[in-house]
């Protein structure tokens, strides 16, 4: 079976732009995260999808929002891109909210010059 | 709220030595326990996990971790390290009380194996 997948999986943006990322989750999976990892730290939560709602979100500016698809399916679009929005963008998908064993993807990376 | 240390920041040990990378965490509540391991480039993969029942959590490639809630720590362990095992290795929490499934991560241990 596929694991998470995520595209792109790399890209270059410029102080200001808007940017979209994308994840499919593991066939069967209903729920959606997405992290922040910026390097050297930690990943940071953002925001959870369960059923096309919004389950929980982290501690991010407004500029960060996120929809779930009926195929379970995700975006994070970021507007208004910072220096310090630069990270790998981890998407993680879990069977649903009883299931607390989240798998990630790869991530996709970001560059803001 | 919880929150997570990882109390090394690197290890550098020689192939074949046992390895402990301590996690301590925080939290007024029960919670769940993870260990993550992200190899260079690349996502996380799930080591292990403690939900319930046996303190000692046996998982992939040789890795294993025990839960003590007295001393609310989840030390990860390997009696003996292969050069492949280098990696980072992130501690992670969460808490069945909170609503989303919200993982809170360690800083991270960058593990370096030495031959």
């Known amino acids: 079976d596929a694991g998470v997948t995520q595209s792109p999986t790399h890209l270059i943006k410029t102080r200001g732009q808007h940017v979209t990322l994308r994840c499919s989750p593991i066939?069967?999976?209903?729920?959606v995260s997405w992290y922040q990892q910026v390097l050297g730290q930690g990943p940071q939560f953002i925001f959870q999808?369960?059923?096309?709602?919004e389950r929980g979100r982290g501690n991010f500016p407004d500029r960060f929002s996120a929809r779930q698809f009926p195929n379970y399916s995700s975006e994070l679009n970021v507007n208004a891109l910072l220096l310090g929005d630069s990270a790998l963008y981890l998407c993680?998908?879990?069977w649903g909210t009883g299931s607390y064993e989240q798998y990630f993807g790869p991530g996709t990376r970001l560059t803001v010059t | 709220a919880q929150s997570v240390t990882q109390l090394d920041s690197q290890v550098p040990v020689f192939e074949e030595a046992p390895v402990e990378l301590r996690c301590n965490y925080s939290?007024?509540?029960?919670?769940?326990l993870f260990w993550y391991v992200q190899y260079p480039n690349q996502g996380l993969q799930l080591l292990l996990k403690?939900?319930?029942?046996?303190?000692l959590v046996k998982g992939i490639n040789g890795f294993e971790a025990e839960f003590n809630k007295s001393q609310t720590s989840f030390h990860l362990r390997k009696p003996s390290v292969h050069i492949s095992d280098t990696a980072e290795y992130f501690c992670?929490?969460?808490?069945?009380?909170?609503?989303?499934?919200?993982?809170?991560f360690g800083q991270g241990t960058r593990l370096t194996i030495n031959p």
């Open positions: 993680a998908s879990s």
């Open positions: 999808y369960y059923e096309k709602e």
């Open positions: 992670a929490v969460t808490s069945p009380y909170q609503g989303a499934q919200k993982l809170v």
């Open positions: 066939s069967g999976h209903k729920s």
């Open positions: 403690y939900l319930s029942g046996s303190t």
């Open positions: 939290s007024s509540v029960s919670v769940y």
